[in-house]
Each structure stands twice: as C-alpha cells, then as structure tokens.
C-alpha cells in the first residue's frame, strides 16, 4: 500500500513538473505568430491574434420553441463557396435554400400563397389545395397544407424523378401523376408536357371546389422572395453584392429577389437563367427544350412575375455544364444539391469571367441533391 501510494506521489510530482515547463514555454512563446497554440489564442497567416476565450456576447440567441414546422422555413445560411471558386476572378456567395424543411426554396412560396390566400378569404378553413408542380413545390405545399389543415393535390409529370411524387405522399399529398407528351423523354420536361398537366389542374380544381396555389400566377410567390429572400442576402452580405443569377421556373425567386436588390442599390445586376437550346425569354427561341435540368427552363415565352426593368441579362447553361457544377458543389464544398443549382453556378462562372470579373455573384442553391438519386446526376 505504502509503494502504490509512493508511486501515484511520485506521478503526481512529475505530472506537475512536466505542466511547469509546458506552462513556462507557452508564457514565453505568447503572442510570436510563429507559434500558433498558445490558450486562448489563434493565429492566422498574417500573425493577427484572435481571442478564442469565452466571450458571453458571443453566446447564441436563446433557442425558441417553434410552433410548427411551417415557422422554419426560410432564413437560411449564405455560404462563401471560396474552394469551388479557387483561381477565379472573383467571389460566389450561395443561399443554401436546400436546408428548408421541404428540401427546396419553394417552400417559402408555398407558405406565402397560403398565408396570403388565407389572409385575403381566397382559401377557407379545411378547403383543398391543388397546384401543378415539378415536385418542389408540391413538397413545400404539402408542408404548409399538412400543418394548416388543408387536403393537397399535386398534378405532376411522369417526366419528373420519382423521388418527388414520393415525398409528396409521404408528406401527405395526393400526387396525380400525368403522361408525357408524345416524343417526351423521361427525366426531360417541357412545355408541352406542363399543358398536360395544366389540363388536369383545372379538372381537379373543378372536382374538388379547390384553391389553386397557382405559383406561376399568384403574387405570393413573388412577395415571399420580394419581402424574404432577397432581404436575407442583402443583410447577410452587408450589401456587398454585385450580382445575381436564377435558372427561372415560374420566375418567382428571380422576380422577387431582383426586385429587393434593385430597390437597395439599382447597380446590382440580375440575369435570369435558362437551359441552351431552349432560352425564349432571351428571344433566342427553341432549339431544343429537351434539358435535363428539372424544374425550370419550360420554354414559356412570357412568366407573370417576371419585370424586364429588373433583366440586365441573360445566361444560357448546358446540361453538361450543369451537371459537372452539381456535382463539383458536392465533392469540392460539401453542398449535395439538385440541377439547378448546378445550373446556377456554372452561370456565375460565366460572369466572373465576363461582366462581373473579380466582383460578387449570388446564387441561390434551389434544391437538395436526395430528390434526384433515381437520375443520372449521380453516377
């Protein structure tokens, strides 16, 4: 007994010893940039010191008790894409809009139409919610509509991955699926294939003495990027930002966020997004509206949302080039997002290398990569 305590004595001494001198070098090396661990303390590149210690003005926001699920959407991060962007001219700022609770930044869409439908004696107590949709949409409606208590239809093309439709019942849609068009390709919808289901809208609607959401049309849709998005990137940024590009669906997001950035400093410019081959907006007409990029680029030669003193241009983007920046924001930035947003990057390497040499573009990361696992976007 008496060895084993003269021993753990003994250990105790040389454990004192030993933090003695590792005491005294760290006093000594205090403050020299050479010597990055000092407590406390981190160095960077450029020898400034920053004080890690605890600081309580640094301490989190109290967490809040969120009534629902519909209260999460929106305020997402804006994230410095700076390692997918290394040797570039410039800088790409992303709005991680896949972090939503519905996968996708439709969700603030479907909120604001619900909110606004509700507000305005448009949608009753318990009435039916119907909307044409590419899946993220219908995602973000089956969300609002489960937590308001408002039965949801979504009319979607077969043309869409089967992820979607999924996700959608599993949110507690009913999901009416439609046939393409004649000479369709899976995977690859187009205009053709959304007046299909614009036919089957209307029947349901009537059947079912429904609502419809109507994103293309219903000014929610512009109000919820106009009065959130937009705002969020701007004081996120701190208003250091030169431009802004959208692949365009219904043209909600580009419309409303153009519309913020514009009424806080006209010199940000907006380029509306399109797939090659199929850039009418542009008045480039169709050459090809068979694109892989889901959930946009439908070859509709007018959008309601959409103000041309809002466009300071345009930006066409391939399927290839789409798909190499998808997948290139998943290895290299760990962002696993859809098409579009693939689609959305590579236009802002367009700029960096143009108009917006060594300047700020914004993106929006639209949706998550989980909803096209079924796709080729993945190998």
Known sequence: MLAATSITRAA?????SAFSKWLAISRWVRGRSCFPWP???????????????????????????????AEAIGSTPLVDLARVTRGRPGRVLAKLELLSPGLSKKDRMARQIVEDAEA??????????????????????????????????????????EERARM??????????????????????TGAD??????????????????????FRHPGNF?????????????QSGGAIDAF?????????????????????????????EPAGAAVLAGRGVRDPHHRIQGGGYALAELAHLRPEHV????????REAVEMARRLAAEEGIFAGFSSGANLAAAFQLLAGPCRGQTVVIAVCDSGLKYLSTDLWP
Do not use: W
């Open 168 to 189: 959608m019942r599993a949110l507690g849609a009913e999901v009416v699926l439609v046939d393409q068009a004649p000479g369709a390709t899976p995977g690859k919808v």
């Open 312 to 319: 300071d241009g345009y930006l066409e983007v391939s399927d």
């Open 223 to 235: 109000r919820a990027h106009y009065l959130n998005t937009g705002p969020e990137i701007l004081r």
């Open 120 to 161: 305005a004696g448009e949608l009753a107590p318990g009435q039916t919610v119907v909307e044409l949709t590419s899946g993220n949409a219908g995602a973000g409606l089956a969300i609002v509509c489960a937590v308001k208590d408002h039965p949801f239809v979504a009319v979607m093309s077969k043309g869409n991955s």
């Open 39 to 69: 407590v406390g303390r981190s160095y960077s590149t450029s020898g400034a010191v920053a004080d890690l210690r605890y600081d309580s003005r640094r301490e989190a926001p109290a967490m809040t008790v969120l009534p629902s699920v």
């Open 194 to 215: 959304l007046e299909r289901v614009e036919e089957v809208v209307h029947r349901v609607v009537a059947e079912r003495d429904a609502f419809r959401a109507d994103q």
């Open 12 to 16: 105790s001494v040389k454990y004192r």
């Open 245 to 273: 590009c959208d692949f365009v669906g219904s043209g909600g997001t580009f419309a409303g966020c153009a519309a913020a950035f514009k009424e806080q400093d006209p010199g940000i410019r907006c380029y509306v997004v």
